[in-house]
């Protein structure tokens, strides 16, 4: 018989509870200690209530000490883990939040409790809303259940329910029943897979991701933090706190991440890391080199591995650096992008964050020639859904085309080539009009108005301010500073025939205003609030004000379905002049 690395072994959940409390089983290294979404949550236990099986551990024997762990919850334990969790990680972290009623950390790297609701008469959870919050027939956070004694409990939440109506005997037998039942889940039967402490690190790696490619569960960008995780344990963790500095405020004066354009998640810096590194974006390409596998021959080699995650470790000093960080978010808003409500697709302005490096450093563009392109790109990548669908695919074939690539003045050839092909007569005549005529509220093309918009100092509609002020105001109240205005007011539509939401919500219905003015139009119609508020203006302030937000003649007298056809060409000349007017920076 073949030896195995692991053994079955059996606990109740309780047990697993209170091994985590004592800090026996802990967190390795090769996980990321996130935990699911409330509403996994809730039919975790929804399922466990009805005695539906649930999934296994994997566990590995670490004996005590020497391997790199994180516990979890409270760092004040008892002993140092002899267990830890190579797969369920997420499922066991949330149980034990919940009945220990300990914060998590979410993939937004702030700390929660989980809370889940539960209605006794019929057995049911919820994940708690302000309307169970004031239902006297739930217990809204389960955790109570398990912080105290039964008894207790079901006397407390019959004196609640009481208070609130009547309740009948069979009810009392009912609701005692189904608390004690939820209070019996820590006798809930698990199995355990646990590996051998003759286990490598490496090979444990290998068994979670194994585990996991089969399931589907995790994408590629998992598998190779979970290679940083073993052989470069610094670089993720490096990855992950300047995603989390990215999203806060930091003292006044110290250097930062922190920003409003762009908050990445690990998974996205990770895929720039690599573009830098090898000019790779299919990360299972990338998996493989960081294991030390020479694409070429197939073979495994420590020597390798080595040397790709030295060549990882150069690219990510150059991806954290704040420096670089800091200009290149300065070229997003010198694009027109200034604001990530605005910003339809992360994986561009991550891409678009890889051609900047790789121009800066590798190819040693001057800097002004640089920006100028690197906006260019990413008004490009960005107005024309670049990256939107099969982007590995399309990120490849980019890089794949700087490959080649020997001078500043290739590299800038190479980039100007793509935006003219791409960007042809007949995408801004006859493409772009037709991508204008959707009711996509995130629809690229709308925020490349916007784009092109700030990049031509237009003024928002109505209104003295520029748009670029407004998409980016000093501070946020409880109204955006700029709102999206129905230029023929949905209510009004209404009135003449025209209801659905893909006929009152088009692109080409949008204009940009100030909150103040959008609330005073409310329902009017175009013919009765447009010479209201054209008398504010000058004439030759009029016929801008029409220009920039491509406002066809005599247009609030035409049909609607007239109007629309009428202003989608003109959305897209403006979308074309703001591109045009970037372009112009590089003479």
Same mark, same amino acid.
């Given at each position: 018989m073949t030896d195995t690395l692991f053994k079955e072994v059996h606990y109740s959940l309780g047990g697993l509870i209170n091994d985590i409390g004592l800090g026996r089983i802990g967190l390795p290294d090769i996980q990321r200690p996130f935990v699911w979404a409330n509403a996994k949550v809730r039919d975790l236990f929804d399922s466990m209530y009805r005695g539906y099986p649930v999934g296994y551990f994997l566990f590995w024997q670490t004996g005590a000490d020497g391997v790199e762990s994180k516990v979890i919850g409270d760092l004040n334990k008892q002993k140092a883990p002899s267990l830890l969790i190579v797969d369920g990680q997420q499922r066991?972290?949330?149980?034990?939040?919940?009945?220990? /009623?300990? @914060?998590?950390?979410?993939?937004?790297?702030? /700390?929660?409790?989980? /809370?889940?609701?539960?209605?006794?008469?019929?057995? $049911?959870?919820?994940?708690?809303? @302000?309307?169970t919050e004031r239902d006297p027939e739930y217990i809204v956070d389960v955790?109570?259940?398990? @912080?105290?004694?039964?008894? =207790?409990?079901?006397?407390?939440?019959?004196?609640?329910?009481?208070?609130?109506?009547?309740?009948?005997?069979?009810?009392?037998? /009912?609701?005692?029943?189904?608390?004690?039942?939820?209070?019996?889940?820590?006798?809930?039967?698990?199995?355990?897979?646990?590996?051998?402490?003759?286990?490598?690190?490496?090979?444990?790696a290998e068994v979670f991701v194994r585990i996991n490619s089969e399931g589907k569960k995790l994408n590629q960008s998992d598998?190779?933090?979970?290679?940083?995780?073993?052989?470069?344990?610094?670089?993720r963790a490096a990855l992950e706190a300047f995603c989390r500095d990215a999203r806060r405020p930091a003292p006044v004066?110290?250097?930062?991440?922190? %920003?409003?354009?762009?908050? !990445?998640?690990?998974?996205?810096?990770l895929r720039v890391d690599v573009g830098v590194a090898f000019r790779r974006a299919r990360l299972e390409h990338v998996y493989s080199i960081l294991r030390g596998k020479d694409l070429g021959t197939g073979q495994f080699s420590l020597e390798q591995r080595n040397a790709q995650f030295g060549l990882l470790q150069q690219a990510q000093s150059r991806v954290l650096n704040?420096?670089?960080?800091?200009?290149?978010? %300065?070229?997003?808003?010198?694009?027109?992008?200034?604001s990530h409500r605005y910003i339809s697709s992360v994986t561009g302005l991550a891409f678009a964050y890889q051609l900047y490096l790789l121009g800066r450093i590798d190819y040693?563009?001057? !800097?002004?020639?640089?920006? %100028?392109?690197? @906006?260019?790109?990413?008004?490009?990548?960005?107005?024309?859904?670049?990256?939107? $669908?099969?982007?590995?695919? =399309?990120?490849?074939?980019?890089?794949?085309?700087?490959?080649?690539v020997t001078s500043a003045d290739q590299f800038l050839q190479r980039l100007r080539q793509v935006e003219e092909v791409t960007l042809t007569d007949d995408y801004w005549t006859k493409t772009l009009p037709l991508d204008l005529a959707t009711a996509a509220g995130r629809g690229p093309a709308l925020f490349g108005f916007y784009a092109a918009q700030t990049l031509l100092g237009a003024r928002a509609l109505f209104s003295k301010s520029p748009v670029s002020d407004l998409l980016d105001p000093p501070a946020q109240g409880q109204k955006?500073?700029?709102?999206?205005?129905?230029?023929? !007011? =949905?209510?009004?539509?209404?009135t003449i025939g025209f209801e659905g939401v893909r006929e009152t919500n088009q692109i080409a219905n949008y204009a940009l205003v100030e909150w103040d003015d959008n609330i005073a139009i409310s329902d009017d119609a175009p013919a009765k609030y447009w010479p209201a508020y054209a008398k504010r203006f000058a004439t030759q302030e009029l016929e801008s004000m029409c220009r920039w937000h491509a406002l066809p003649e005599s247009w609030w007298s035409m049909s609607y379905p007239d109007f629309l056809a009428a202003r989608r060409p003109l959305i897209a000349n403006v979308i074309r002049d703001g591109y045009h007017k970037l372009a112009k920076g590089a003479a």
């Open positions: 066991l972290t949330s149980l034990y939040a919940v009945i220990r /009623r300990e @914060a998590v950390l979410r993939e937004n790297f702030e /700390r929660e409790f989980i /809370r889940i609701a539960f209605r006794p008469q019929d057995g $049911s959870f919820e994940v708690p809303d @302000a309307t955790s109570e259940v398990f @912080a105290k004694p039964t008894h =207790k409990t079901i006397g407390d939440y019959l004196k609640r329910l009481r208070d609130a109506r009547t309740v009948t005997d069979e009810e009392e037998e /009912r609701v005692a029943e189904a608390i004690g039942r939820l209070s019996g889940l820590t006798n809930f039967p698990f199995i355990a897979l646990e590996l051998s402490q003759t286990c490598t690190e490496e090979q444990v598998f190779i933090l979970t290679l940083m995780s073993v052989f470069w344990d610094a670089g004066g110290q250097a930062s991440p922190f %920003n409003q354009l762009f908050q !990445p998640d690990p998974d996205h810096l704040l420096t670089y960080w800091a200009d290149y978010l %300065n070229i997003v808003r010198s694009a027109g992008y200034r040693g563009v001057e !800097p002004f020639m640089l920006k %100028n392109a690197v @906006a260019r790109w990413l008004f490009m990548s960005l107005l024309t859904g670049r990256y939107s $669908s099969s982007p590995e695919s =399309k990120m490849e074939m980019d890089l794949a085309a700087l490959r080649d955006k500073a700029l709102e999206r205005h129905h230029l023929f !007011p =949905k209510k009004y539509l209404k």
